[in-house]
T-cell receptor, first 113, second 114 residues
Framework: DAKTTQPNSMESNEEEPVHLPCNHS???????IHWYRQLPSQGPEYVIH???SNVNNRMASLAIAEDRKSSTLILHRATLRDAAVYYC??????????????FGQGTRLTINP | DTAVSQTPKYLVTQMGNDKSIKCEQN?????MYWYKQDSKKFLKIMFS???????INETVPNRFSPKSPDKAHLNLHINSLELGDSAVYFC?????????????FGQGTRLTVV
């Protein structure tokens, strides 16, 4: 399974931008980078994904390094509701079309009021 | 409407019992999954079904048996429950036809074996 490395925890203040880093030095050329988050007592929730180019959606932005060995999830203006565990996942083994998501430890993001 | 729904949300049972967790998705997806999140919060895939066919079967004890009556449902039956089975079980679904689409997860079923 392709591996990712994330800081165990990060802290930020409400209404400030948050940059969540992820290292994936063993990424292969066809691996997509997916981000999910898990709010307290809830199931994981998709945030964003990308391959090579930076990506934006209504929730966040994803900045991917040119060599693809690292990426950064950017929350432009954090709210208290963004407090969650954020998982950076390399899309692993599309087995007959199924997505086998391999979750690491993730980064626990705390947002201070 | 909830996209992926699981029942029950909480399940407390004694060792040795047999229990089932039900999952239904109304997204029209053709692939469903079961994940387990243990006490250390690690999420691991257990099974995946595509159109009622088992396509991912991780190293899971035989006591765990998924059943998919149709592509909108994937139930998890657990025989002879053990203390170590206590965890939160998440059902998920995705669309196999769309490459790299996201997976949608249910709210989880917290199983406690006493």
């Amino acid at each position: 399974d392709a591996k990712t490395t994330q800081p165990n925890s990060m802290e930020s203040n409400e209404e400030e931008p948050v940059h969540l880093p992820c290292n994936h030095s063993t990424i292969s050329g066809t691996d997509y980078i997916h981000w999910y988050r898990q709010l307290p007592s809830q199931g994981p929730e998709y945030v964003i994904h990308g391959l090579t180019s930076n990506v934006n959606n209504r929730m966040a932005s994803l900045a991917i390094a040119e060599d693809r060995k690292s990426s950064t999830l950017i929350l432009h203006r954090a709210t208290l509701r963004d407090a969650a565990v954020y998982y950076c996942i390399l899309r692993d083994d599309i087995i007959q079309g199924a997505q086998k998501l391999v979750f690491g430890q993730g980064t626990r993001l705390t947002i201070n009021p | 409407d909830t996209a992926v729904s699981q029942t029950p949300k909480y399940l407390v049972t004694q060792m040795g019992n047999d229990k089932s967790i039900k999952c239904e998705q109304n997204l029209g997806h053709d692939t469903m999954y079961w994940y387990k999140q243990d006490s250390k919060k690690f999420l691991k895939i257990m099974f995946s079904y595509n159109n009622k066919e088992l396509i991912i079967n991780e190293t899971v004890p035989n006591r765990f048996s998924p059943k998919s009556p149709d592509k909108a449902h994937l139930n998890l039956h657990i025989n002879s429950l053990e203390l170590g089975d206590s965890a939160v079980y998440f059902c998920a679904s995705s669309n196999r036809q769309v490459r790299n689409t996201e997976a949608f997860f249910g709210q989880g079923t917290r199983l406690t074996v006493v």
